[in-house]
T-cell receptor, first 112, second 112 residues
Framework: RKEVEQDPGPFNVPEGATVAFNCTYSNSASQSFFWYRQDCRKEPKLLMSVYSSGNEDGRFTAQLNRASQYISLLIRDSKLSDSATYLCVVNRRSDSSYKLIFGSGTRLLVRP | DADVTQTPRNRITKTGKRIMLECSQTKGHDRMYWYRQDPGLGLQLIYYSFDVKDINKGEISDGYSVSRQAQAKFSLSLESAIPNQTALYFC???????????FGPGTRLTVL
């Protein structure tokens, strides 16, 4: 079983739609959570961190459910420019080291 | 100018050749990482370095080596390239105590 699992999609939605992605993680030692955005053939870029209390940044809302070990990303009023792959990322710490574990991504296509 | 740069951006080589990928950063971060990304898979950690004298293996270090020449430079070598090392390679940096990683633009490597 992968440590971080995402639905690969693609999610094909019209402009203005609301779309939600979920991500599950298997390691309860995970401490930090993020959503990164990756455009085709480009580098991942941090979209937002995910806090226990949930957080919102404009049209984007991220939530964390530690009990069920999942993270969600909600995008409201989708724009064409939101088309990208969204990577769920979990930071796992053990002893003195830590690692970012990346999901394989959920692809979003926003159509006119 | 980009904070994290990678050279070359694209490289085609033949099986058995030695290849070096270079990464430089101007962010002043101590921590640097090398990842590879294959289609449909999440980023996999190859090596990471927490400072100039610190080198650590990641999940998939076999067939790779690294050198941390300075705080700002971290290079990845393939001593004898093989076709299954064809992938997109990313360098990343992070600050001490911070989880967020910043990625370079990537190097697309093809091994024939």
């Amino acid at each position: 079983r992968k440590e971080v699992e995402q639905d690969p999609g693609p999610f094909n939605v019209p402009e203005g739609a609301t779309v939600a992605f979920n991500c599950t993680y298997s390691n309860s030692a995970s401490q930090s959570f993020f959503w990164y955005r990756q455009d085709c053939r480009k580098e991942p870029k941090l979209l937002m961190s995910v806090y226990s209390s949930g957080n919102e940044d404009g049209r984007f809302t991220a939530q964390l459910n530690r009990a069920s070990q999942y993270i969600s990303l909600l995008i409201r009023d989708s724009k064409l420019s939101d088309s990208a792959t969204y990577l769920c990322v979990v930071n796992r710490r053990s002893d003195s080291s830590y690692k970012l574990i990346f999901g394989s991504g959920t692809r979003l296509l926003v159509r006119p | 100018d980009a904070d994290v740069t990678q050279t070359p951006r694209n490289r085609i080589t033949k099986t058995g050749k030695r290849i070096m990928l270079e990464c430089s950063q101007t962010k002043g971060h101590d921590r640097m990482y090398w990842y590879r990304q294959d289609p449909g898979l999440g980023l996999q950690l190859i090596y990471y370095s927490f400072d100039v004298k610190d080198i650590n293996k990641g999940e998939i270090s076999d067939g790779y080596s690294v050198s941390r020449q300075a705080q700002a430079k971290f290079s990845l070598s393939l001593e004898s390239a093989i076709p299954n090392q064809t992938a997109l390679y990313f360098c990343a940096t992070s600050d001490i105590g911070a989880d967020t990683q910043y990625f370079g633009p990537g190097t697309r490597l093809t091994v024939l």
